[in-house]
């Protein structure tokens, strides 16, 4: 039995298909995701990663930045709802590299003791860029 993920934004859907795993990063901490998983929804935590495996062996995980959202599991359906999102193949890096110095220069020094959402975001960019290789 597998998983049926749904990753979506505003503009619509990222990502569909089955999958064996879903791994991504709440409000209250990382969760695994697999099948026959226990009903929740959750708070995705701004500027983080979700992490997709397809069930099909030959095809490579999914790596995806996630700006804010929710993610709801019930019945072996995981529907990833992002405020913003972007697959790590999509990730134009120079672009983004960029983008996080900009916003790294206007942080006041030294800097708070949780960074800022757009600079978490930037480097969850990045991430699921290199991460997809």
């Keep these: 039995m597998t998983l049926s993920v749904e990753l979506v934004q505003p503009e619509g859907e990222l990502w569909a298909g089955n999958a064996e795993m879903v791994i991504a990063r709440t409000?209250?901490?990382?969760?695994?995701?697999?099948?026959d998983h226990a009903p929740i929804i959750g708070i995705l935590y701004e500027g983080s990663m979700v992490q997709?495996?397809?069930?099909?062996?030959?095809?490579?995980?999914?790596f995806a930045a996630i700006s804010g959202g929710f993610l709801s599991v019930a019945n072996n359906r995981v529907s990833i709802l992002a405020r913003e999102a972007v697959l790590g193949r999509h990730v134009d890096t120079a672009a983004t590299q960029a983008a996080l110095t900009d916003a790294l220069a206007g942080l006041p020094q030294p800097p708070?003791?949780?960074e800022p959402a757009n600079v978490r975001y930037y480097r969850a960019l990045l991430d699921a860029a290199e991460q997809t290789g």
């Excluded at 409000?27 to 099948?35: A, S």
């Design 52 to 62: 997709i495996q397809p069930d099909d062996q030959a095809q490579p995980p999914v």
């Design 112 to 114: 708070g003791p949780e």
């Design 27 to 35: 409000l209250d901490g990382e969760i695994g995701v697999l099948t």
